[in-house]
């Protein structure tokens, strides 16, 4: 089956660093990427939308000077926090879409990253 | 997207079929149903998916209502390891479509 791959799975930085997670499609090709992000208790909210090539679409009240996203292959996404702080800390997720107008194409999620901002 | 609803959570009893409702009274004709489920500290797991007909795989198996207002999923045997929140998600099957999450069922799977 489809494997979205994740990494790191955890990362703790200081405040105002920065810090890169990735996302990686191992066995298909995704033209477009989904970034999600989710508080204790609460459920997944989408953060923005990655197209290859192009540029990230964000969602309302996203900013995307904080949260820098480069799709620059067909199989790889990257979130980059720019000088994160405590309240960015949050558990983010990754989804690749196979594509095609496909009865069989579900959404594959990562795995998550926690990121602590101390 | 359509909404859907679902109840906050729910016990069954190891061993037993877990049945999970799911309301999505206001979908529309080409907007499948997905099923979901998140265990603690992971990310989302495909579970399965249908548009009119019921469905069955090797995890689980969806009935959906003849006017798919509603639709069922189905853990014949719940064990332990199936306790998790399950989200119910209707999108429309294009490609470039996100998933809108709602706050899904808690399901706990008691011994």
């Known amino acids: 089956g489809a494997v979205v791959s994740q990494h790191p799975s955890r990362v703790i930085c200081k405040s105002g660093t920065s810090v890169k997670i990735e996302c990686r499609s191992l066995d298909f090709q995704a033209t477009t990427m989904f970034w999600y992000r989710q508080f204790p208790k609460q459920s997944l909210m989408l953060m923005a939308t990655?197209?290859?090539?192009?540029?990230?679409?964000?969602e309302q009240g996203v900013e995307k000077d904080k949260f820098l996203i480069n799709h620059a292959s067909l199989t790889l996404s990257t979130l980059t926090v720019t000088s994160a702080h405590p309240e960015d800390s949050s558990f983010y997720i990754c989804?690749?879409?196979?594509?095609?107008?496909?009865?069989?194409?579900?959404?594959?999620f990562g795995n998550g990253t926690r990121l602590t901002v101390t | 997207d359509a909404k859907t609803t679902q109840p906050p959570s729910m016990d069954c009893a190891e061993g037993r079929a877990a049945n999970l409702p799911c309301n999505h009274s206001t979908i529309s004709g080409n907007e499948y149903v997905y099923w979901y489920r998140q265990i603690h500290s992971q990310g989302p797991q495909y579970i399965i998916h249908g548009l009119k007909n019921n469905e069955t795989n090797e995890m689980a198996s969806l009935i959906i209502t003849e006017d798919r207002k509603s639709s069922t999923l189905i853990l014949p045997h719940a064990t332990l390891r199936d306790t998790a929140v399950y989200y119910c998600?209707?999108?429309?099957?294009?490609?470039?479509?996100?998933?809108?999450f709602g706050p899904g069922t808690r399901l706990s799977v008691l011994p």
């Open positions: 989804s690749a879409d196979p594509g095609g107008f496909s009865y069989n194409s579900p959404l594959h």
């Open positions: 998600i209707v999108r429309v099957d294009n490609y470039g479509q996100n998933f809108v």
């Open positions: 990655s197209n290859e090539g192009s540029k990230a679409t964000y």
